[in-house]
């Protein structure tokens, strides 16, 4: 087996001993492959060994292994600071968006996506630590950002997603992560409709199934540390 591979298995396994120690159920939770720095051929690896969705950071570092992968069936995910620039190539190669913060982009990527493919599946990301120099919409204007979003044609508005201040500490893991539930299940009670906690990382997802995630996106535990 080769490391990815076997990395991966114990990434799955680690997946269903949280999901089965806070009784919830494994097809609630999605693994994605994060794949940022690594080469196509690391990707083909994971593929071979079962894995499905994977998330890149950058678009131009995407679309190139895109071109190199596309005999596979992959469904993309893009997980990285948005640009205006970069809103078309998203908008027509990917499935998913979890990093949206503002809603010129968001509208961008509603004009830009294109007619004859599903629409385009979105997180809000929020700034759930209230980091200063974190991306993300803070937590008191998520709604108004989630209703203006909810209304745009080619979008399908489906979570959140968070990346909380860092820590070794499990109950201060799931505190950030049980804030993001928090807010999920708020918006719901308004109106919304959104089944996705897009949220645990290498690091921190145990906590993070244990709070309710829905998507894991986790790179370092299955592709090795990035250089
Ligand atoms: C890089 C990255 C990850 C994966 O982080 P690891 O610690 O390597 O698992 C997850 N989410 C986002 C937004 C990232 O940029």
């Known amino acids: 087996m080769t490391t990815i591979a076997s990395n991966l298995q114990a990434v799955r396994t680690e997946i269903k001993r949280s999901v089965s120690q806070s009784g919830r159920r494994l097809d609630d939770v999605q693994l994605l492959a994060v794949s940022k720095t690594f080469v196509a051929n690391a990707l083909r690896e994971a593929y071979q060994a079962g894995q499905r969705d994977f998330a890149e950071n950058y ?5 190139d292994k895109m071109a ?6 992959i469904t993309w995910h893009f997980i990285g600071p948005i640009q205006s620039n970069k809103t078309r190539a ?4 990917f499935a998913w968006v979890h990093s949206v913060d503002r809603l010129k982009i968001a509208e ?7 007619a004859n493919m599903p629409p385009l599946q979105i997180c809000l990301q929020v ?3 209230n980091e200063k120099s974190k991306s993300g919409v803070a937590s008191n204007e998520v709604e108004e950002l989630a209703y203006a979003i909810a209304k745009l044609p080619n979008l399908k508005l ?12 499990v109950a201060t893991q799931r505190t950030g992560f049980a804030r993001l539930r ?9 109106g919304l409709q959104l089944d996705t906690l897009s949220m645990g990382m290498s690091h921190d997802f145990s906590a993070a199934i244990a709070e309710g995630a829905t998507m894991v996106r986790i790179g370092t535990a299955i592709f090795g540390n990035r250089t």
Do not use: F
């Open 158 to 169: 489906c979570g959140l997603m968070a990346i909380p201040a860092p820590s070794d500490d």
């Open 90 to 93: 998203i908008a027509e190669n």
């Open 68 to 73: 190199a992968l596309q005999d596979l069936a």
């Open 182 to 190: 928090q807010l999920r299940d708020k918006l719901n009670l308004h």
């Open 127 to 129: 700034n759930i630590s």
């Open 59 to 63: 678009v131009q570092e995407a679309l």
């Open 108 to 114: 961008r990527l509603s004009e830009q996506r294109p």
